[in-house]
């Protein structure tokens, strides 16, 4: 059965910083790109950030560059999400999502998790 498991949400501080893990059960994460996302109570689903297959390459929504690091270790069959510098507006529910392809980041992806809360708050 295929499946991801975020981790790593929590309640921190304005200012501080988390690492979120994706980790992928029951396949291997080697042919797919993985997307982080995010869902704030009243808010659209939005993409915060996306690594291709091999890692080569990355993309970032504007709210988050400069202090969110994805990254992967095929490996560990492992995305992670390094978010420093948390604002009280990235309060929301993360997700991770794969889609098999070889060609960057997708527009869609198929298989996603269950969802870790990240709460920004003094």
């Known amino acids: 059965q295929l499946q991801l498991v975020e981790s790593g949400g929590d309640l921190v501080q304005p200012g501080g910083s988390l690492r979120l893990s994706c980790l992928a059960s029951?396949?291997?994460?080697?042919?797919?790109?993985v997307g982080w996302f995010r869902q704030a109570p009243g808010k659209e689903r939005e993409e915060v950030s996306c690594?291709?297959?091999?890692?080569?390459?990355?993309k970032y929504a504007d709210s988050v560059k400069g202090r969110f690091t994805i990254s992967r270790d095929n490996a560990k069959n492992t995305v992670y999400l390094q978010m420093n510098s948390l604002k009280p507006e990235d309060t929301a529910v993360y997700y991770c999502?794969?889609?098999?392809?070889?060609?960057?980041?997708?527009?869609?992806?198929?298989?996603w998790g269950q969802g870790t809360q990240v709460t920004v708050s003094s």
């Open positions: 690594i291709s297959s091999s890692g080569g390459s990355t």
């Open positions: 029951g396949f291997t994460l080697n042919y797919y790109a």
């Open positions: 999502a794969a889609e098999v392809t070889l060609l960057g980041c997708p527009n869609k992806f198929d298989y």
